[in-house]
C-alpha cells in the first residue's frame, strides 16, 4: 500500500481548525500553520507538527489545504515571499477551501502551474457544526487528476466532493449557492416580520413553513434562532456574508448578469452590519427586518 500523502493546512479558524482535526483524526500525517500560534495547540498535543511560514508548510506537505478568512489573507498566505507559491514543491497539489473570487483562484492555478504544482480552487459547503462533524460539501473546479488524487482527503473531511470543471468553477458555485442562500433567508426574514406584525406568533409561522411547500432545509434550520432572537454563537456571521455577496454582486457585474434579489438582499445585510450586527449570525437580517416592521426593539 502507497503511503499516505503527508497534508498542510494554513488557516486554523472557526471553519480549518476542526478540519485540520478530521485530517489528523483520519490519520494522514498533518503539519499546520496559522497567523496566530496559539489556535494550533489543541492539535499539537494530537500529533500536529507545527511550522512557522506557509511557505515552510508548502516545503513538507504533498497537499496543502487552505481555509482563510477573507480575499486578503488569501493573496497574502499564497502570494508573500515565504508564501504557498514561491515554495510548494513540484507535485504538490494546493487545495484553497475558501471562499472567494473565480478570479483570484485561476490567478493562483496559473502561478502554482510554473512552478510544476496544481491548484483547486474547493470551497466548502457547510458550516461550523458540518465541519466538525466531517460533513461539508466540496465544490471543486481546476485539475481533474488532482482531484481525483485528493480524494482520500475529501473523504475525511466531507460527506461528497463534486468536480465542475476548469479552475474558477468551484469558486463560481459557491458564490451561486450562497447568493441563493442569503435570498431565501431574507424572505423568510420578510415573512416573519410581516406575520408578527399581524398578530402571528412566530413559532406557528415556522411550523406552518417546515409543513408547507415553502419549507427548506435552511428555514427548519434557522427556526429557533428566529423565534429567540438566539444569533449566538454564529455558525456563519452576517460580516462573512457581506463579503460573499459582494463578490457575488462583482462576478454578476463582470458578466453582466442581473441579480435584482441578490442586490436586496445584499443591501439588507449590510445595512444590518451598519447596524452593529456583523458578529451575529447570518439569519440575524430577520432580526433587522423585525425592527423596521416595530415588532421588536433595536
Not at 54 to 78: F, K, N
Not at 236 to 247: A, E, I, N, P, S
Request: proline share 6%; aromatic share 6%; hydrophobic share 50%.
Amino acid at each position: 500500500m502507497a503511503p499516505r500523502p503527508t497534508i498542510g493546512i494554513a488557516g486554523l479558524g472557526r471553519m480549518g481548525a476542526p478540519i485540520a482535526a478530521n485530517i489528523l483524526a483520519a490519520g494522514f500525517p498533518t503539519t499546520v500553520w496559522n497567523r496566530t500560534p496559539d489556535k494550533a495547540a489543541a492539535l499539537l498535543e494530537h500529533g500536529a507538527a507545527w511550522t512557522d511560514t506557509p511557505g515552510d508548510l508548502a516545503q513538507t506537505a504533498d497537499i496543502v489545504l487552505t481555509s482563510l478568512a477573507d480575499p486578503a489573507a488569501v493573496e497574502r498566505v499564497y502570494f508573500a515571499p515565504d508564501g504557498l507559491i514561491a515554495h510548494a514543491r513540484p507535485g504538490a497539489i494546493l487545495v484553497d477551501l475558501s471562499t472567494g473570487s473565480p478570479d483570484m483562484a485561476r490567478r493562483i492555478a496559473d502561478a502554482a502551474q510554473e512552478g510544476g504544482a496544481a491548484f483547486l480552487d474547493a470551497p466548502v459547503a457547510g458550516s461550523i457544526p458540518a465541519a466538525t462533524s466531517g460533513q461539508l460539501g466540496i465544490m471543486a473546479g481546476g485539475d481533474r487528476a488532482a482531484f481525483d488524487r485528493c480524494a482520500e482527503v475529501f473523504s475525511a473531511i466531507g460527506k461528497a466532493a463534486y468536480y465542475l470543471g476548469p479552475s474558477g468553477s468551484g469558486a463560481t458555485m459557491k458564490l451561486v449557492a450562497n447568493g441563493i442562500l442569503a435570498v431565501l433567508v431574507q424572505a423568510v426574514a420578510e415573512g416573519v416580520a410581516l406575520g408578527e406584525k399581524a398578530g402571528l406568533a412566530t413559532e406557528d409561522i415556522f411550523t406552518v413553513l417546515n409543513a408547507s411547500s415553502a419549507a427548506a432545509p435552511v428555514v427548519a434550520a434557522k427556526a429557533t434562532a428566529i423565534a429567540d432572537r438566539a444569533y449566538l454563537p454564529a455558525t456563519f456571521t452576517l460580516g462573512l456574508m457581506q463579503k460573499d455577496l459582494w463578490l457575488v454582486l462583482s462576478l454578476a457585474n463582470e458578466l453582466q448578469a442581473p441579480m435584482p434579489a441578490t442586490s436586496v438582499a445584499h443591501d439588507m445585510v449590510l445595512a444590518a452590519n451598519a447596524t452593529g450586527k456583523s458578529a451575529l449570525d447570518f439569519s440575524a437580517v430577520a432580526l433587522l427586518m423585525e425592527e423596521l416592521a416595530g415588532t421588536r426593539e433595536p
